[in-house]
């Protein structure tokens, strides 16, 4: 089975009202990345307008830029997505791409209570998946608190810090998904991420992982949220388990940040408080006929979406050419996949769907991080490639 990368699969459900920006390989002499829109089922080519995403999302209206601009149509979205598919890729004719350039890649990490529970258990099993069921119960047992109810930095969570810290069970999970300060991190390098139809990554040496669908803020220089769309933060359970300072080795590799399709901008019909009750649904269907299905409603996020904005950037950090922001996920594995008890992991070749009607699918497949495509094309080559194309003012 193949990924279904169909426009009615991929696009939002009402694509004809959405002011949608992505990027797509425009072929040509030379051919390269160039920002796009969605227009009555073409994609045009704004790259005349705006030679980057960061000048979109960092214009004074990004709404207005795209509406106002002209544009040249370079073919129909059906087409241009059927190219994308890692498999069946034709570079003389447009594929779509992730919808970011320079932005930098951050992800805040253990803001849903699910969540951070599923990080404590993992530190306590020190990455071994078959001591994570008997933890889990024991944990859950002893806490003998509603976690969701408890607010991070109110008093009621530091007087549950004291009670746990008294217990000998504080953590680091705990300390950032109940505490003052959210877990921020850098995911990955800006033109690292993949987009709709590729290969996404996992280190080879890690034997218990998973998706995490997740929400993704658009933030300009200035700190305003301009958009979102929908990500796949891959996780290295085994790894983060093992020690949260292999928090790098466990989040950034090859091929382990997906986003996608589009970037839907904020406007009249499309806001922050949407977002705030988006659901994001996740499908994990494998070659072995493995099928798991999960969900993250951002309306059960225990930090709001601006706070994290707000603890991102702001006068102690500056991101010029803007930033996304992974929110988190609700969604932590534990049905079984194979031996009872062990959980879940993906195996190679998973098709894993992330969807939500305001902003469609972005669908991927699992491979590892070496024998998917190496990364090539970062900054560096961006210019070189803008400047060649007469792009760059």
Do not use: C
Not at 248 to 260: C, F, L, M, V
Not at 372 to 380: E, L, M, S
């Amino acid at each position: 089975m193949t990924l279904d990368l169909s426009a009615d699969t991929i696009l939002p459900t009402d694509h004809g009202r959405a002011i949608l920006i992505g990027r797509a390989w425009l072929p040509g002499q030379p051919g390269g990345p160039s920002v796009v829109t969605l227009r009555e089922g073409q994609v045009i080519d704004l790259s005349r307008v705006a030679a980057t995403i960061a000048d979109v999302i960092n214009a004074e209206d990004p709404v207005g830029l795209v509406r106002g601009a002209a544009g040249t149509p370079v073919g129909a979205i059906d087409a241009i997505l059927a190219n994308s598919r890692h498999t069946a890729r034709d570079a003389g004719t447009p594929y779509m791409l992730p919808p970011v350039d320079l932005q930098a890649v951050k992800a805040a990490g253990v803001t849903f209570v699910e969540s951070l529970l599923e990080r404590v258990i993992e530190e306590q099993a020190k990455g071994d998946p078959a001591a994570a069921e008997e933890i889990r119960g024991r944990i859950q047992a002893e806490i003998g608190v509603d976690l969701t109810v408890i607010k991070p930095a109110s008093p009621e969570a530091m007087n549950l810090k004291d009670i746990l810290v008294a217990r000998d069970m504080w953590s680091a999970y705990l300390e950032v998904g109940i505490g003052p300060d959210a877990e921020v991190f850098t995911k990955a390098q800006p033109m690292s991420a993949v987009g709709v139809g590729a290969e996404i990554g996992l280190h080879p040496s890690s034997t218990w992982n998973n998706p995490e669908p997740e929400l993704v803020l658009v933030i300009d220089a200035r700190g305003r949220i301009v958009g979102v769309t929908l990500g796949n933060d891959v996780n290295l359970r085994d790894v983060e388990g093992r020690s949260a300072l292999l928090l790098g080795r466990a989040k950034d590799n090859n091929g382990s940040t997906a986003i996608g399709p589009f970037v839907r901008l904020f406007d009249d019909d499309f806001t922050l408080d949407d977002a705030r009750a988006m659901e994001i649904s996740l499908r994990v269907e494998g070659n072995d006929g493995f099928v798991l299905d999960g969900r993250s409603s951002m309306a059960k996020i225990a930090r709001d979406i601006s706070d994290l904005a707000r603890q991102t950037i702001g006068p102690t950090h500056q991101y010029p050419d803007g930033l996304v922001l992974f929110t988190g996920t609700l969604f932590a594995p534990t049905q079984d996949r194979g031996t009872a008890g062990q959980g879940f992991t993906h195996v190679l070749g998973d098709r894993v769907t992330i969807h939500a009607p305001q902003l469609g699918t972005l669908a991927n497949t699992v491979n590892h991080s070496d024998k998917i495509a190496p990364w090539t094309f970062g900054v560096g080559a961006l210019m070189r490639n803008l400047a060649s194309r007469g792009l760059l003012s």
